[in-house]
């Protein structure tokens, strides 16, 4: 089966947690990568007042590419441990997958 990307988009608060929960578990997900966004749209809670003016909210967005069973299994793992945290998620599938050393 072909390796698939998944994307965990969350709030700031709980980033770094769920980063520590993936780097406990090399055996599902062996790397990953992170970077700022703004969450946008009605599914975005704004609480703080410079939230209220622009119209968005910082998030953290988390990527890695893996197995597709192995990440399913990850994301039971986060469930488990953050089943309130508010992160939302998606998997896509991979055309290709190297490394240009």
């Known amino acids: 089966m072909p390796d698939v990307v998944l994307t965990l988009v969350m709030p700031t608060d709980v980033a770094q947690q769920v980063e520590d929960l993936l780097l406990e578990h090399p055996e599902l997900v062996s790397?990953?990568?992170?970077?700022?966004?703004?969450?946008?749209?009605?599914?975005?809670?704004?609480?703080?007042?410079?939230?209220?003016?622009?119209?968005?909210?910082?998030?953290?967005?988390i990527q890695?590419?893996?197995?597709?069973?192995r990440l399913?299994?990850?994301?039971?793992?986060?469930?488990?441990?953050?089943?309130?945290?508010?992160?939302?998620?998606?998997?896509?599938p991979t055309l290709e997958v190297g490394r240009i050393i």
């Open 31 to 61: 790397g990953f990568g992170t970077s700022l966004v703004d969450g946008h749209g009605s599914a975005v809670q704004l609480v703080e007042p410079g939230e209220l003016v622009s119209g968005h909210s910082p998030r953290v967005q």
């Open 64 to 69: 890695t590419v893996g197995d597709p069973d």
């Open 72 to 92: 399913q299994t990850m994301l039971r793992v986060i469930r488990e441990h953050y089943p309130h945290a508010n992160i939302f998620y998606w998997l896509a």
